[in-house]
């Protein structure tokens, strides 16, 4: 571990649970890792949403900012409620922020598109009808990105990818809960996505399967390098998977702040380091609640 990771992690400790400023973060994390880094491939920038019910507008999140930087993996860390996977929809252009805005490559995201994937935790999220390497095409044809020929080599490409290229011809109804959501990851890495958004795709999963799918997408990612945005409300997930963390407060969700858990992985979970920075993240979460104004 890094003098400066030490640092920032011991100044967590001591910080108030206040919204984190994106410069100040942005500054650290160019510390922590030691490199430079350029201008941000997603900025989410005050953003707040609303939905409606039969009685009234319920706010999800108020005034929300963070950077995700290219091939970083970002997570948004959250009770149940903060509005992150609401987050995660307005990210992916399903639904529009009342106020502020979302940046993609600076330009403003107003509607889906191919460039932003979204990987659910529904294990029927998979056409039952077409085999795996149809599900993995369906999208490639659906949007002509590639006529079928191609989108059949790019669909074992990704199979291969993620271990499933001899279930190329199987049907979703033939696999199980865990290879269901490796098809839907080989799927959503097909179109190439500047931007893979996984809303807690593991939730669902038994515990020794979570482990593994949680392994396997790390040394996808070692691989490949995607930008990936990634929900959970497990405290060990977003530190084994995030190289940052976002934590959101509950209901409406408000940035409180950013750690940088890069330095964490698989290994790390049983480290006195890992056990003391979930123990804070939890106090962040849920001990030490702000005041409502």
């Known amino acids: 571990m890094t003098q400066a990771t030490t640092t920032l ?8 649970v206040h919204n984190t400023p994106r410069r100040g973060v942005s500054q650290a994390h160019t510390a ?3 490199t430079g880094i350029g201008a941000p491939l997603l900025q989410v920038d005050g953003v707040s949403l609303e939905y409606r019910t039969p009685q009234h507008v319920v706010r999800a999140t108020h005034q929300v900012g963070f950077d995700v930087h ?8 959250g009770p149940s409620g ?5 987050l995660l929809k307005a990210v992916a252009g399903f639904i529009a922020p009342v106020e502020g805005e979302i940046r993609l490559d600076g330009r403003r995201v107003t509607a889906p ?3 932003r994937i979204v990987v659910f935790q529904e294990f029927d999220q998979l056409p039952p009808w077409k085999t795996v390497r149809e599900n993995v095409m369906f999208p490639l ?3 002509r990105t590639l006529g079928r020929r191609q989108a059949a080599e790019r669909a074992l490409h990704y199979l291969d990818k993620v271990g499933l290229s001899r279930f190329a011809e199987a049907h979703p109804h033939q696999l199980s809960g865990g290879m269901k959501q490796r098809v839907a990851i080989a799927r959503a890495l097909a179109m190439q996505p500047r931007v893979l958004l996984m809303d807690e795709p593991f939730a669902a999963l038994d515990a ?3 482990r593994k799918m949680q392994e396997e997408l790390l040394a996808l990612w070692e691989e490949v390098r995607f930008t990936l945005l990634f929900v959970t409300h497990s405290i060990e997930e977003a530190l084994v998977v995030g190289s940052r963390i976002a934590l959101l407060s509950p209901h409406p969700g408000r940035m ?3 750690i940088n858990s890069h330095g964490f992985d698989l290994g790390s979970t049983g480290s006195a380091s890992f056990q003391a920075t979930a123990q804070r993240i939890h106090g962040l979460l849920f001990d030490e609640d702000e005041e409502h104004t």
């Open 256 to 258: 409180r702040a950013e």
């Open 141 to 143: 044809l659906a949007s």
């Open 113 to 115: 598109g191919p460039d």
């Open 82 to 86: 903060c509005g992150k996977s609401t």
């Open 208 to 210: 020794l399967t979570r």
């Open 32 to 34: 922590t890792t030691g």
């Open 70 to 77: 290219e091939a970083e993996r970002f997570v948004l860390l």
């Open 9 to 16: 992690r011991r100044s967590l400790a001591q910080a108030p």
